[in-house]
């Protein structure tokens, strides 16, 4: 598939009269998007690409609008929505106005995907019920997918801001099953995730996708309506409306871990001389209790406080211990510890490990 993909390129961009320059190995590496529910440049995708030529020739006015601003590299590429320095980070380090582009750091041009319409290919949902959540796994890579929906008082028509996003995710999930791929567009990852209830409307789903072996970190934006759907998708080809998936997974199993637990550190705000984290602690396939965090600074920070946690510092390594009331996490689930540190703000900690007592 990915060498019928790049024949698709190659093809689109002879026809267009532009000279092709065979890339070093590993220059462009691909990794995934939200397939379900279909985030915009996944969809936009599906919608625009000729299977006959693989040329891009978008029918949804959304999709043609992304394009004629983000060009066609934007759907060739439409797994790579990506900032490699982006450690999870999201408030403060994408501008309100770029959340589904993941800013304009990234190593292609998403800035269409930003613009507010009504328009977007849509995934119908139902409040409150179970959905199977794809994720396509272009390139397989450990760590944790993080969804959150749009407050109520969210409007498609208006630019998508951080203040539009509730401040915790509904669902959070660390290294979960996949099947088929990767380098195709038929293999994903997949879990089930429980939707926010009490929902109705137009809302946003975005995904944050931080690795845990380095500092990669992927963005979208999937647009959903809250009507009683069952993941049936419109406005995408000829506007008919598509079935959800028919080929489900095996049953899916809880994410892997074997009863250890796994942290990811995120810096939530910063100032000058000092910033804001906050880590949550995932357990793996069984309850974990009595667990301990720790890390060392990548440079001169210092830690001045903790909250959810008891903190000790030995030299340069920093631990931070559960308190009486979230010590114990279920299978697959995460608890959080919040910071605050001096010094500027770090992307990412070193030696960041999790254990259990």
């Known amino acids: 598939m990915r ?20 890339l070093p190995p590993g220059a462009a590496q691909a990794h995934g998007a939200m397939m379900v529910p279909g985030s915009r440049t996944w969809l936009c995708y599906k919608d625009g690409r000729n299977p006959n030529t693989g040329a891009i020739e978008p029918r949804n006015a959304a999709c043609a609008a992304a394009v004629a601003q983000s060009g066609t590299t934007s759907l060739y590429n439409w797994f790579a929505v990506l ?34 319409r009504n328009d977007w290919p849509l995934t119908h949902l139902t409040t409150g019920a179970s959905l199977g959540v794809r994720y396509n796994n272009w390139a397989k890579h450990p760590g944790t997918f993080r969804l959150y929906i749009t407050k109520d008082s969210w409007s498609p028509t208006r630019s998508l801001a951080w ?21 195709s567009d038929d293999g994903y990852y997949y879990w089930n995730a429980r939707l926010p209830s009490g929902k109705s409307g137009r809302h946003l789903i975005y995904s944050v996708w931080q690795r845990s072996d380095s500092n ?7 647009d ?26 095996p049953s899916s199993p809880p994410p892997s ?22 880590v949550m602690v995932h357990a793996g396939d069984t309850a974990i209790s009595n667990w ?9 920070q210092g830690l001045a406080q903790v909250w959810n946690g008891t903190a000790s510092t030995t030299g340069s390594l920093i631990s931070v211990k559960n308190v009486n009331w979230n010590g114990t996490v279920a299978a697959g689930k995460y608890v959080t510890f919040g910071l605050l540190g001096s010094g500027t703000a770090p992307p990412s900690v070193n030696n960041l490990a999790c254990t259990t007592t």
């Open 83 to 116: 900032r490699s320095d982006g450690a999870g980070r999201m408030s403060g380090f994408i501008p309100d106005g770029q959340l589904c582009s993941g800013g304009t750091g990234g190593p292609y041009n998403f800035s269409g995907f930003n613009l507010a």
């Open 224 to 249: 959903v309506v809250f009507d009683g759907g069952n993941g049936e998708v419109t406005g995408v080809g000829n506007g008919s409306t598509q079935p959800p998936p028919s080929d489900p997974p």
């Open 292 to 300: 301990t965090v720790s890390w060392t600074w990548p440079g001169s």
């Open 257 to 278: 871990g074997g009863g250890a637990c796994t942290a990811m550190f995120n810096t939530t705000g910063s100032w000058n001389g000092g910033f804001q984290g906050e």
């Open 3 to 22: 060498k019928k993909l790049f024949a698709y390129v190659v093809s689109a961009l002879v026809a267009a009269g532009i000279a092709v320059v065979a």
């Open 216 to 222: 990669e970190t992927f963005y979208g934006c999937s």
């Open 163 to 183: 203040s539009d996003l509730e401040s915790t995710p509904f669902d959070s999930v660390t290294n979960p099953p996949d099947n088929g791929g990767p380098g």
